[in-house]
């Protein structure tokens, strides 16, 4: 954990993908001040059509990112964190920023377990953002 899961219409190459996985993992460890080693990314193609939101009375194709998080982040961070995603997510795949939703869940720390990296994620380190 942290686990950041992009649902997208149509299909993006992998080589775009890569580098987005790249940069959002970098974008996220740098601002929450996490291991980047425990972030996972998943670029979802759910294909032409797969995700829709109303928009002036008729659905319109969207993409969304889903953020599974460590609980106790402030508001504040989560909404610059929100806004740097979506930037690497519009520079890198040509995402729509009117057509971008990210939304947040947050677990504790022993809800998320990683067994390379010992474990449950610990509890904050000093320094540590929250």
Known sequence: ????????????????KKRLAKKLSETYAQMMSVDIRRISIAIRELGEGGVW???DGEPVPVSVLMCDIRRGRSAELRLE??????SDCIDILGLREDRLNVEFTQHTGDEMY?????????????????
């Open 53 to 55: 939101r109303m928009v």
């Open 81 to 86: 964190v929100a806004k740097a995603l979506c």
């Open 114 to 130: 990683h067994p390379t990296l010992g474990g449950y994620s610990p509890e904050w380190s000093e320094g540590e953002a929250q």
């Open 1 to 16: 954990m942290p686990y950041l899961q992009l649902d997208v219409n149509g299909p993006h190459p992998v080589a775009d």
